[in-house]
């Protein structure tokens, strides 16, 4: 058998390492093309030694050392080559595991080239979800995600009818402020909010999942990936999170994605699809478990999802305002400069001021982002 060669752009963060975990279980079936990373050099590092990619993608300024380290491999700067990586001639899949808005880039340029793409960041497609889906459609290019909700919609999707879908149920397990009143919200500190009970993630996210406005992401998201109405996709609180997603189909049927918390899961699926192999994740124990509560989102309590629905429903490049603002406003706030709730505060202010266009070109899209961070940062200061 061919192995799969992959390229993991973002290698270093939690879904990097996870993809090359679960890569490193089935050597027999995947080798790893190219690798790219900015800030953790020394994992980078062993990274390279031990998957020998061809490719590698990092900060230009330590590039001149690893060229000497690494005579056979070819180096990139990872702040402007990573949509080079994305096309590559010998990459069969392209996972997006980076963050931000740096992800827009190499995602096109994957689309472009008719990749699998496997997108662990939502916020590429957030930004310009039409645009890319767009591009994926024209040139052949699949899309499976590895987001453990899109992959479980992805999965109970297959093989049926888009016209039979009433509704999509996108789970969501409340973050850490969950049963917190809003009023308390601002007493938690960074460091409470980084103490996310059911996923290991990044910072930025496990923020994000506190406000909630990861869910928001992930409805917009789900929008632009099925080519879902807002009005069908329905948030449920699920704390457990067991069940990763459901689908419900026109005649009342619901169809569920379970699994352990484990992103080995979703991302192998998106690596071996559509084939299903054993994988080095616990089994589900349902009844170890007990229970699988549902609750619906308390929109005052998380006004952050709504403004998400907000901006979805205004659509052309409020989404994209969404992000940034967001971007900005959650490093704000890692960094200390100013409390929880401000975070919403902030977003809310720059979408109210952003004038909308309505079908963007990706320079409207890029230019709206830019002037969003501006503005954000500005009201920010003010806060402070
Ligand atoms: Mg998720």
């Known amino acids: 058998m061919k192995r799969k060669r992959i390229a993991v752009l973002g290698s270093t963060g939690s879904i990097g390492v996870n993809t090359l975990r679960v890569i490193a279980d089935h050597g027999d079936r995947f080798e790893v093309a190219a690798l790219t990373a900015y800030k953790n050099t020394a994992l980078l590092e062993e990274q390279i030694r031990r998957f020998l990619p061809k490719h590698v993608a990092m900060a230009a300024g330590d590039i001149a050392r690893f060229s000497k380290e690494f005579g056979r491999v070819k180096f990139y700067d990872a702040a402007r080559d990573m949509a080079e990586i994305a096309a590559l001639k010998g990459i069969d899949i392209v996972v997006i595991a980076v963050t931000g808005a740096a992800a827009l880039a190499p995602f096109l340029a994957a689309a472009r080239a008719g990749k699998i793409i496997a997108p662990a960041n939502k916020e590429a497609l957030v930004m310009a979800g039409d645009i890319l889906m767009a591009e994926v459609r024209r040139n052949a290019a699949v899309v499976i995600p590895v987001d453990s909700e899109q992959s479980a919609i992805f999965q109970c999707l297959e093989g049926r009818n888009r016209q039979d879908v009433r509704q999509v149920h996108l789970t969501a397990s409340g973050g850490p402020l969950r049963d917190v009143p809003r009023a308390e919200h601002d007493r938690f500190t960074v460091k409470d909010i980084l103490a996310h009970p059911r996923w290991q993630m990044g910072a930025k996210i496990t923020v994000d999942s506190a406000t909630m406005m990861n869910k928001g992401f992930e409805v917009i998201e789900a929008q632009r990936l099925f080519g879902l109405s807002i009005g069908q996709i329905n948030v449920l609180v699920h704390p457990e999170a067991v069940v990763h997603s459901m689908v419900e189909f026109t005649d009342g049927t619901v169809l569920a994605q379970l699994g352990v918390t484990d992103m080995r899961l979703p991302i192998q699926y998106a690596l071996t699809y559509p084939e299903r192999i054993a994988s080095g994740t616990p089994r589900l124990d349902l009844a170890a478990g007990g229970s699988l509560n549902f609750a619906r989102p308390d929109l005052e309590r998380f006004p952050s999802l709504a403004l998400a629905y907000e901006a979805a429903r205004i659509a052309g490049t409020a989404p994209a305002v969404l992000n940034a603002a967001d971007e900005v406003a959650v490093e704000a706030f890692l960094q200390g400069r100013m409390r929880f709730t401000a975070i919403h505060a902030v977003v809310e202010q720059v979408l109210l001021q952003h004038r909308n266009i309505r079908k963007p ?22 806060l402070a």
């Open 361 to 382: 070109l990706l320079s409207d899209i890029e230019q709206a982002d830019a002037r969003a961070r501006v503005r954000a940062a500005e009201y920010i200061e003010r």
